[in-house]
């Protein structure tokens, strides 16, 4: 028997369809319950606010502002509310917008329903979704080239308090490592692997590793 609190969805996608087939797949989940629905960008901002989920599925193209407006507002005013961004087309400029906006996600919609599950499972845990292979090329591009401005002073000052453990620690973490993953890599137990995670969350000003990980992607900390 499931126990504990539900993940709570918010789909938004203009097309009927598609809010009727992820809401069926996702209301039998005994761990999840879509909470509701919007067609439009602007529509999404709406219900969001109203209805507080704990994950978004945005899709980007609609009508009425589009899916990366909507998650820029969203994730601005709700900082705890994770989007995952979706969409027809594997488009590395989608990516990019879509981290800069604060998404902690990117799938397409022909993904597997059970890679679809597991993704909204490991994000309402802390974990970044970026499984296409656009989206991996797109995010290394982000982590490791110059393509977006830096406010130099406050990399340096962020720099300066994480320590060289962390600081790999974080950059395994943009990687998409789970914490077991970390552990075997850098031969450290998984109790001092959450210990680093829990000091990088809190010397970068984060609600979780997600948002930990986005605020590395901006400011180029990791490589």
Do not use: W
């Amino acid at each position: 028997m499931q126990t504990g609190k539900k993940i709570r969805i918010l789909i938004a996608d203009d097309q009927p369809f598609i809010r009727k087939g992820l809401r069926y797949i996702l209301d039998i989940q005994q761990d999840m319950q879509v909470i509701g629905e919007a067609s439009t960008g602007e529509e999404a901002i709406d219900v969001v606010m109203q209805t507080v989920p704990d994950i978004v599925l945005m899709d980007i193209r609609m009508p009425g502002g589009t899916g990366i407006m909507a998650t820029k507002a969203i994730v601005e005013a709700l900082p705890d509310t994770k989007v995952v961004l979706l969409t027809t087309f594997d488009v590395e400029k989608y990516v990019f917008d879509g981290i800069r906006a604060g998404a902690a996600g990117y799938l397409l919609k022909d993904t597997d329903t059970d890679e679809l599950l597991s993704g909204i499972r490991a994000m309402h845990r802390g974990a970044t979704l970026f499984n296409s292979s656009t989206a991996k090329r797109a995010l290394d591009q982000l982590l490791t080239s110059g393509k977006e401005e830096t406010d130099l002073s406050g990399k340096e000052r962020l720099l300066g308090t994480l320590t060289e453990r962390e600081t790999e620690v974080l950059q395994l973490l943009a990687y998409g490592k789970r914490n077991h993953e970390i552990s075997a890599i850098l031969c450290i137990s998984e109790g001092t692997t959450k210990t680093h995670i829990h000091h990088i969350i809190q010397k970068l000003g984060a609600q979780d590793r997600t948002q930990a990980v986005v605020t590395a992607i901006r400011m180029k900390l990791v490589k």
